[in-house]
């Protein structure tokens, strides 16, 4: 069982930066694939980042690729995701998920564990 705790959403600017958090608990943290999504109101949850277990693979949404950088720290329990040079269209709550498969399957359905989810809302 893994719970997970979203943080750092918030209003920021276009081409502006933030760093989402994901606060797991459980001692089994480092046994999972981990992933980021988003879901914009009135729209699909859709797949943004993920990362392996050893946090040495990483694979990204075509829409945010170059811009948003996935990170776990295992040690601490916690996965990151930096965004760099916001757009208003990243506009969405942001949540963490995690999973026993391949972090290259970023089907919704495939991940096991959710957080609440935060709102990252961009300005123009």
């Known amino acids: 069982q893994v719970q997970l705790v979203e943080s750092g959403g918030g209003l920021v600017q276009a081409g502006g930066s933030l760093r989402l958090s994901c606060a797991a608990s459980?001692?089994?943290?480092?046994?999972?694939?981990m992933g980021w999504f988003r879901q914009a109101p009135g729209k699909e949850r859709v797949f943004v980042a993920a990362?392996?277990?050893?946090?040495?693979?990483?694979v990204y949404g075509d829409s945010v690729k170059g811009r948003f950088t996935i990170s776990r720290d295992n040690a601490n329990n916690t996965l990151y995701l930096q965004m760099n040079t916001l757009r208003p269209e990243d506009t969405a709550v942001y949540y963490c998920?995690?999973?026993?498969?391949?972090?290259?399957?970023?089907?919704?359905?495939?991940?096991?564990?959710w957080g609440q989810g935060t709102q990252v809302t961009v300005s123009s």
């Open positions: 998920a995690a999973k026993r498969g391949n972090h290259r399957n970023g089907y919704v359905g495939s991940y096991n564990y």
């Open positions: 990362i392996n277990w050893t946090g040495d693979s990483a």
């Open positions: 459980g001692r089994t943290f480092s046994m999972y694939a």
